[in-house]
């Protein structure tokens, strides 16, 4: 299947700090990434969508203001969250569909966020 | 009424067991169904696509029930390394695909 890359594995920050969190398709083009989180013992909660070129489609209850998206090319997607606190403590997942039949997701490795 | 449900688990077999999970979905118009996999603190990754045929790949086969409105899985001859949660996913095709997905089913094989 198709490689997605995410960038960095695991971060620690102190709580006020800016992370950003790098989305990669690696061999193919991605129109469209999904950015998700996952709480612990938890399903995946989708946060936005993100269009190439455009901007990102965020779920309800989901800041804009806090989790910004970039999708700057066809093979980039990124997510900072802003002013981190504790509670944004996550494993934050991101994938990219693959326009065609099927429109199978493949997943990046994740991002463990842990905010002190 | 959540839009895609599955049953929490976990799901205790031993070797060799046959186990079958369903995924239930309530919009009608949901068009493209997927198994994926997930292992402790590591990301879901594709099992199969789930067609109007139904699919099957090795121990592993997926159907689909559009009149009542469910996705199975079933394992056959269980392994240690099947131990994991197992994740449906039920999205409309076309442009504005957004997925979502259940809560996932644990499923733990022991010797």
């Known amino acids: 299947g198709a490689v997605v890359s995410q960038h960095p594995s695991r971060v620690i920050c102190k709580s006020g700090t800016s992370v950003k969190i790098e989305c990669r398709s690696l061999d193919f083009q991605a129109t469209t990434m999904f950015w998700y989180r996952q709480f612990p013992k938890q399903s995946l909660m989708l946060m936005a969508t993100?269009?190439?070129?455009?901007?990102?489609?965020?779920e309800q209850g989901v800041e804009k203001d806090k989790f910004l998206i970039n999708h700057a090319s066809l093979t980039l997607s990124t997510l900072t969250v802003t002013s981190a606190h504790p509670e944004d403590s996550s494993f934050y997942i991101c994938?990219?569909?693959?326009?065609?039949?099927?429109?199978?997701?493949?997943f990046g490795p994740g991002t463990r966020l842990t905010v002190l | 009424r959540k839009e895609v449900e599955q049953d929490p688990g976990p799901f205790n077999v031993p070797e060799g067991a046959t186990v079958a999970f369903n995924c239930t979905y309530s919009n009608s118009a949901s068009q493209s169904f997927f198994w994926y996999r997930q292992d402790c603190r590591k990301e879901p990754k594709l099992l199969m696509s789930v067609y109007s045929s139904g699919n099957e790949d090795g121990r592993f086969t997926a159907q689909l029930n559009r009149a009542s409105q469910y996705i199975s899985l079933l394992i056959r001859d269980s392994k240690l390394s099947d131990s994991a949660t197992y994740l449906c996913v039920v999205s409309p095709s076309g442009g504005s695909y957004i997925p979502t997905f259940g809560r996932g089913t644990s499923l733990i094989v022991h010797p």
């Open positions: 993100s269009n190439e070129g455009s901007k990102a489609t965020y």
């Open positions: 994938s990219a569909r693959v326009a065609g039949e099927g429109y199978e997701q493949f």
